[in-house]
């Protein structure tokens, strides 16, 4: 990884323009949804309802992910943020409040680094690729161990998700309570997996030291928040440490009895967090936000 921002130009992106499969809930000021690894726009149906009773929520499906076409270029976080920048270009979203899950939340970290006026706040939960060589290999191992369980197991996965002890053991490295996930979210999660052409590209680029870069202080203008949920056995806790060096503007935040995807374990709390942080472009003191979930 690097802490320092490389240039960048908006020329760079609109070159990337292409069909970005998305679908928009409710009303008010715009906020991009950006789903995590292997996953779909339906990734946030937990707290969709939630985010849409206050604003124009857009989730949309990463290129070679969910319904959207994937890249024509190696699958890196900067390509998958060039297709996104050029996404929020074409829609006329410039500045646009964003939120990303896992690696949807390292596009959204590279948006925000890229400056010029692209987007505005930003809440990223637990973004991948932070971690050293042996947390990206279990990173790698798990999700590509699951990735294969899943291709093998498609056509029996309606059963399987429809059962509470297969639930867990398809979902525990993503929740902490995956016997609870409803069966029909499951389900499209899975099916997103198997039909998510970008998905082996995507998991190797992750092993790379230079997936992620970072910005110097006071180089964000807006709120940025780096969220992690304290059970999450993809990427622990102890990588919010080194993900604050490369983004030392940005605040922590940490969910208790929650997984790799704290929108799924604990949605209102997600939600509340989300909506309170994207209130306003200005940085906020996190503690007026976060209550007593603020810190390590």
């Known amino acids: 990884m690097s802490a320092t921002a490389s240039s960048f130009h908006p020329s760079d992106y609109t070159i990337a323009f292409m ?165 029909r979210m499951a389900l499209d999660e899975a099916e997103s997996m198997v039909a998510a052409t970008s998905f082996n590209e995507a998991l190797r680029h992750l092993s790379r030291d230079d997936i992620q870069h970072g910005v110097p202080p006071r180089g964000i203008k807006h709120a940025l928040v780096l969220a992690w949920g304290r059970q999450d056995r993809l990427c622990p806790t102890n990588q919010a440490e080194l993900a604050h060096l490369y983004f030392p503007d940005a605040r922590l935040h940490f969910f208790d009895k929650c997984g790799h995807y704290p929108h799924w374990d604990a949605p209102r709390e997600v939600a509340r967090l989300i909506l309170d942080v994207t209130r306003t472009h200005s940085l906020v003191p996190l503690a007026a936000i976060a209550g007593d979930h603020a810190g390590l």
């Open 19 to 183: 069909r970005i499969n998305h679908i928009r809930r409710g009303r008010g000021r715009p906020l991009l949804l950006i789903h995590g690894m292997g996953g779909s726009w339906r990734s946030w149906a937990p707290v969709l309802k939630l985010l849409s009773a206050e604003r124009e929520v857009i989730a949309i499906d990463l290129p070679g992910f969910g319904k959207s076409p994937a890249v024509h270029d190696e699958v890196t976080i900067s390509t998958l943020a060039n297709a996104v920048a050029a996404f929020i270009e074409a829609q006329d979203l410039e500045g646009v409040d964003v939120v990303g899950s896992s690696i949807g939340a390292n596009v959204a970290l590279e948006l925000a680094r890229r400056g010029e006026g692209l987007v505005g706040a930003v809440v990223a939960l637990a973004p991948a690729g932070f971690g050293r060589d042996r947390q990206r290999m279990v990173y790698q191992h798990m999700m590509g161990m699951t990735m294969g369980v899943m291709r093998a197991l498609r056509k029996v996965m309606p059963f399987l998700t429809s059962r509470a002890l297969t639930r867990f053991l398809l979902f525990r490295h993503v929740s902490a309570r995956p016997m609870r996930l409803p069966a």
